[in-house]
């Protein structure tokens, strides 16, 4: 199999994959011991912040993957937030959630701007042409609420499933590509 580059090494693909799902379990500030990229009999202890920087390397970082950098981070800010962190009781978000979150922040080609929100749900925001704008509310349920915006200021609201390609999809039609 092949190696994938990163900021001036390479690694097995499988690794790069073992990366991103590991990113997900790490907490900010936590290290991971991880199967070094020379030698898959030794491990390396690297950081969350050595992973994102393995995953989204300069050599391939695009505005894209630095905004999806940036969101997985925001998330782990997230992650951190206690109770009553908007000063009106509102409670911390599962791990259940933010890994929902992760992984769809991961999977959609173009980024969102995140926010907690009080009402247990992620939400990311598009704002495109012409004052459209595109809401969803990530939640831990099977179907996430769609609010849609158009630049004529018609409301719109729809459910889609909790799919990855599905929200992906949603996203690329509100900025008029589809998916290939």
């Not at 020379?38 to 950081?47: A, C, D, H, K, R």
């Not at 206690?82 to 959630?97: C, D, Q, R, T, V």
Request: glycine fraction near 4%; charge should be negative; include cysteine.
């Amino acid at each position: 199999m092949p190696n994938i580059a990163y900021n001036g090494g390479s690694a097995r693909p499988e690794i790069l994959l073992f990366c991103v799902m590991a990113f997900s379990t790490l907490q900010s500030g936590q290290s991971l011991a991880v199967p070094s990229w020379e030698n898959t009999l030794n491990n390396t202890i690297v950081t969350q912040n050595q992973v994102l920087d393995f995953v989204y390397s300069p050599c391939s970082e695009d505005k894209q993957a630095r905004a999806r950098k940036a969101n997985l981070l925001k998330l782990n800010e997230i992650a951190s937030l206690k109770e009553n962190w908007n000063s009106y009781g509102a409670s911390p978000f599962s791990p259940k959630l933010l890994e929902t979150a992760r992984r769809i922040i991961i999977g959609l080609s173009i980024q969102p701007e995140v926010f907690p929100t009080a009402d247990d749900s992620i939400q990311i925001e598009y704002d495109g042409p012409q004052g459209s704008y595109l809401e969803i509310q990530i939640t831990e349920n099977s179907k996430f609420e769609v609010l849609q915006i158009d630049k004529d200021g018609h409301e719109s609201v729809m459910h889609v499933v909790a799919d990855i390609s599905a929200l992906d999809q949603v996203v690329r039609k509100f900025y008029g590509s589809t998916l290939s």
